[in-house]
């Protein structure tokens, strides 16, 4: 079972959507959450950290962590082309070390 | 990628040849990573340093080595590149540990 999993894609939205993207984790006692995002041919570039349950806001972005159900999402409002991107979900369980996931192409289209 | 980068940003290469990539941080940060990156996996861990002279492996070593003799330097060697060293390679710094990590602009590296 791969620690942290996301669906791959694509997810497809329609410009001024919402987009919504899943993560699930393995380990219990992760307490580090992060979203990436990664355009083609680029590097990854952080854009939301979480650390406790509940919803954490930033402009359009929306990080969401659930412990007990061992899961983190992100919400895009409003989507624009320009998000068209991949997705990575990273988690931290104590240790010096990120876990990521193969990461949601998301598209979002005119 | 501001103050993190990478050299060199593409090679090609032969098999069995020796290949260094260097990742240099202006941060002052304690914690450098490398990853590589293929279609499929997304991001593995190959190793990671938590200071200078301090390194530890991650889920794909092998076949890697790495050195840290100064805080803003972080070297990944491959001892003898085969081709399924061929990959897009990530260096990340983060202040903590565990914490949020910064990518430098990668490496894309083929071995014929």
């Known amino acids: 079972q791969k620690e942290v999993e996301q669906n791959s894609g694509p997810l497809s939205v329609p410009e001024g959507a919402i987009a919504s993207l899943n993560c699930t984790y393995s380990?219990?006692?992760?307490?580090?959450f992060f979203w990436y995002r990664q355009y083609s041919g680029k590097s990854p570039e952080l854009i939301m950290s979480?650390?406790?349950?509940g919803d954490k806001e930033d402009g359009r972005f929306t990080a969401q962590l659930n412990k007990a159900s061992q899961y983190v999402s992100l919400l895009i409002r409003d989507s624009q082309p320009s998000d068209s991107a991949t997705y990575l979900c990273?988690?931290?369980?104590?240790?010096?070390?990120?876990?990521f996931g193969t990461g949601t192409r998301l598209q979002v289209f005119p | 990628d501001a103050g993190i980068t990478q050299s060199p940003r593409h090679k090609v290469t032969e098999t069995g040849t020796p290949v260094t990539l260097r990742c240099h941080q202006t941060?002052?940060?304690?914690?450098m990573y490398w990853y590589r990156q293929d279609p499929g996996h997304g991001l593995r861990l190959i190793h990671y340093s938590y200071g200078v002279k301090d390194t530890d492996k991650g889920e794909v070593s092998d076949g890697y080595s790495v050195s840290r003799s100064k805080t803003e330097d972080f070297l990944l060697t491959l001892e003898s590149a085969t081709s399924s060293q061929t990959s897009v390679y990530f260096c990340?710094?983060?202040?903590?540990?565990?914490?949020?990590?910064?990518f430098g602009p990668g490496t894309r590296l083929t071995v014929l």
């Open positions: 941060e002052n940060h304690r914690y």
């Open positions: 380990d219990r006692v992760s307490q580090s």
């Open positions: 979480i650390y406790s349950n």
């Open positions: 990340a710094i983060s202040g903590t540990s565990g914490g949020e990590g910064f």
């Open positions: 990273a988690v931290n369980s104590n240790t010096d070390k990120l876990i």
